[in-house]
Structure formats: C-alpha cells, structure tokens
C-alpha cells in the first residue's frame, strides 16, 4: 500500500494538487493508494468516482492538521503493510512522529515557493528538522534543488522528478465547440491556467495584450483560474479598455479547460520572483504541450526545466514587458508557433505519468 500525505489534492485546482492527483492514481497501477487530505468543494463527488481511498479531514484550520496527524499516526501504526509514505510538502510530515516514519520508507516533494525562507528563520528550521525524517527529498526541478541547497537540505536526499502529465485524451464535441465558440475567429488565441497571484504575471500580460491591439487587432486572451489577485486584475482590464479581448473563468470543468487549452495556440504564464513566492517548475506549460500548444514562460524559476527554449516555446524575462512583449512577437513570426506546438508535443510525452512513477517506484523499491 502507498500511503499519501497531502494538504493539496483534487477537486481543488492548483500545480500541486494537479501533481499529487495524478500521481496517487499512476500509484494504483502498482498497489492500493491509501490518502490522507483536506476536505474541498465538491469533494465529496470526486471522492465517490475516483478508485482510490481518500480521508478528508474536516474542521478548522487551527485544528485539522492535528486530527490529520493523529489520523495518520494511527493509521501507520495499525497497518504493517505500507509500502511508502510520500508528503507532498514539508508540512503534511511535520507533526507525524518520527519513529513512524522510521517504520516505512518516507519521500517528501519539494516545490520552491515552500522552502523559501531565510536560513537560520524559524521557518526554516523546521524545514530542515521536516526533511530531515524523510529517506527521500523529490524536487520537482533543477531549480528548486538548488533552492534546497541553499537553505540547508541535505543535498544526497534530494532527488529531481519532475511533475508529470496524463496522456492526452480526445476532447468531447460539445467542449470543443464550446472552446471555438469562446474564441471566434480570434488570432492570436493565447490562454494562461493558474491561480491568480501575483508571481505568475497576469497584470504584465493584460498590458501586453493592450499594446499588441494595434497589430493584432482580433487578439483574444483567456485566463482559467480564481486567487487573490482577481479584483485587481478585472479593475486593470476595464482600466486598459480590453474587455472585448480579455476573458477570466473560473470554476469551469475539466474538459472545457482542455477544449480552451487545445483551441490556443500560445500558452503564457511570464512568472517572475514576489518576495518569496516563486514558480518551481509549471506543470501547466507541459499539459499544454500535450495538447500541441507551445509556450512562453518566466526565467525566473523552473520554467526552463518545462520549456525547452526555441524549441517547444520561449523563456522571457516576466519582469520586463518588453521581453514579453518581443517574445511574443518572435512567437507567431513566420508561423514559429506551429513549430513549437509540434516540438511540445513531442518532449511532452517524457512527461507522462507511467513514465514518471517508475522514478518514483526505483527510490521506493
């Protein structure tokens, strides 16, 4: 049995829970998945169809993370037949006891905006002590690794497994036509799916799209995804007057985001460094990709480790509009946009999920 010790997981949207969704159901090709987790909206309907067994912890959020680790505690000391245990942050393993996780093998995922804290913080000493339990560090880039070894992880734990990806399915017809509906006869189609925060670059593209009116002027941009920058981001699209190329959605199902995604023929997300929050790899830009649809990412971070650069997309500076906005341009010049689409299908299908869980399998066994 794989047990899963999470505080992200589906039906909650987000790179993590996308990460941690995906890979307890590439687990169940090899055994029962065992999860531990947080209750969400309409969790309960994705609970009754999915194959694995999934705990949702209720309650306050003071309290829960307690009733979570007394839950697994437990739980590990009544089963004697658990493979692993893999956490999906530092966190989920903080208050497990340590001569728990001595009993089974214990990985535990690492994602940059987690573990950037200040050496010798608090904080981070309870990284480190977190870690520390764990027989495995999984990094989900290069350049989260280095990250860690900047804070002070134990750098021959560390092990780097990028995220992985689902093999692309057809998309039904009425998503579809939905899609190329939203759309019209729009060009360029450019999409972003994240979290509305700060880091990912949503007020830069909004600008960009406001300047690229003049020179294409049937520009349509759709972003998928709620956060904490919403309000700003609606006010600076009525500001910039592009309210006839802008569109925000959220809460939307799963095949209607594939349908937008596959209809795009660019995906932007130029994140930049806020403070500490930093973007660790970017799955989406590989979900993309497996539906034919290139990239433009941020330096910043782990976007290189997911976009091969002149080749399936292009890295800019998210700090920069300019480098946006020329990276964009160089994007759609002389149709480059078909050739990255079909190069990012390509390098996408290293990426899929039951290639990725036998590297995950190799450390467990």
């Known amino acids: 049995m794989f047990l899963i010790v999470t505080r992200n997981f589906p039906p909650d949207v987000g790179g993590i829970q996308t990460l941690m969704g995906g890979l307890s159901e590439s687990l169940l090709n090899h055994g029962p998945v065992k999860v531990f987790t947080y209750e969400s909206p309409d969790s309960i309907n994705y609970d009754n169809k999915s194959s694995i067994n999934i705990e949702r912890v209720k309650g306050i959020k003071l309290f829960r993370k307690y009733r979570k680790a007394n839950l697994i505690n437990s739980f590990i000391n009544?089963?004697?037949?658990?493979?692993?245990?893999?956490a999906d942050h530092w966190k989920s393993l903080e208050l497990v006891k340590t001569e728990n996780l001595k009993k089974i093998k214990t990985i535990c995922l690492l994602h940059s905006k987690e573990i950037n804290h200040e050496v010798g913080s608090s904080l981070n000493k309870r990284l480190i002590r977190s870690t520390n339990n764990a027989d495995f560090i999984v990094s989900n880039s290069n350049f989260t690794k280095e990250l860690a070894i900047k804070v002070g992880i134990d750098s021959s734990k560390i092990n780097v497994i990028f995220p992985g990806v689902n093999r692309p399915k057809?998309?039904?017809?009425?998503?579809?036509?939905?899609?190329?509906k939203a759309f019209g006869d729009a060009f360029p189609k450019i999409i972003t799916v994240s979290r509305l925060d700060k880091r990912k670059g949503h007020d830069k593209i909004l600008m960009l799209i406001k300047n690229l009116k003049s020179k294409y002027p049937k520009i349509k941009y759709i972003s998928i995804g709620s956060g904490k920058e919403e309000n700003n981001l609606l006010q600076l699209?009525?500001?910039?007057?592009?309210?006839?190329?802008?569109?925000?959605?959220?809460?939307?199902?799963?095949?209607?985001?594939?349908?937008?995604?596959?209809e795009s023929n660019l995906y932007l997300m130029p994140s930049r460094i806020e403070k500490k929050s930093v973007e660790g790899f970017g799955i989406s830009f590989i979900e993309a990709a497996s539906y034919g649809v290139g990239s433009i990412g941020g330096k910043d971070g782990g976007a290189s480790d997911a976009i091969s650069h002149k080749k399936t997309g292009l890295i800019c500076d998210g700090n920069d509009l300019n480098s946006i906005y020329e990276s964009v341009?160089?994007?759609?010049?002389?149709?480059?946009?078909?050739?990255?689409?079909?190069?990012?299908?390509?390098?996408?299908k290293n990426f899929y999920w039951d290639k990725v869980v036998k590297n995950y399998l190799k450390l467990i066994n």
């Open 170 to 180: 057809p998309v039904n017809n009425i998503s579809k036509n939905k899609a190329v």
């Open 78 to 86: 009544t089963n004697t037949s658990i493979r692993a245990l893999i």
């Open 237 to 262: 699209k009525k500001e910039l007057e592009i309210e006839n190329e802008v569109v925000f959605l959220k809460n939307i199902d799963f095949e209607y985001k594939i349908a937008l995604i596959e």
């Open 329 to 348: 341009i160089n994007f759609f010049e002389s149709e480059n946009f078909i050739k990255y689409g079909k190069n990012a299908r390509e390098f996408s």
